[in-house]
């Protein structure tokens, strides 16, 4: 199957558990379409670099995606429609990326402190 990447932000007045449930629809949208949801990176509440649909912070949500194309269509339809979203972006890469957020910014701050 082929992979993709997704990358969701939600809207800053939600709770960790609605974002939660935001993942858990989009996911079973794949798996009825006969894809799976590798991995799922939550990334938390952080700043955006300028306001969108006048929302100053977001819910960043990775998503490593195994799944026909049809599955990527219905995951995005349904993004799409969801008001609680406020960006997705859905990419096809050859493969995963194994680094996860917190070990990404772990390696940065070691990089600074070695200069």
């Known amino acids: 199957m082929t992979k993709y990447e997704s990358m969701l932000i939600a809207r800053q007045d939600l709770g960790q558990s609605q974002v939660n ?7 079973d949208a794949i798996k009825k379409e006969g894809g799976e949801v ?8 952080k700043n955006l670099a300028y ?25 995005e339809r349904l993004a799409r429609l969801n008001e609680d979203i406020i960006r997705f972006m859905t990419v096809k890469v050859d493969e995963f990326n194994t680094a996860s957020a917190s070990s990404v910014e772990e390696t ?3 990089e600074e402190t070695a200069n």
């Open 21 to 27: 449930d935001i993942v858990a629809t989009l996911s």
């Open 38 to 45: 590798v991995n799922v990176d939550n990334w938390g509440l």
């Open 51 to 75: 306001r969108i649909k006048k929302n100053r912070k977001g819910y960043y949500v990775v998503l490593n995606i195994s799944a026909p194309a049809n599955a990527i269509f219905e995951y």
């Open 108 to 110: 940065s701050a070691v």
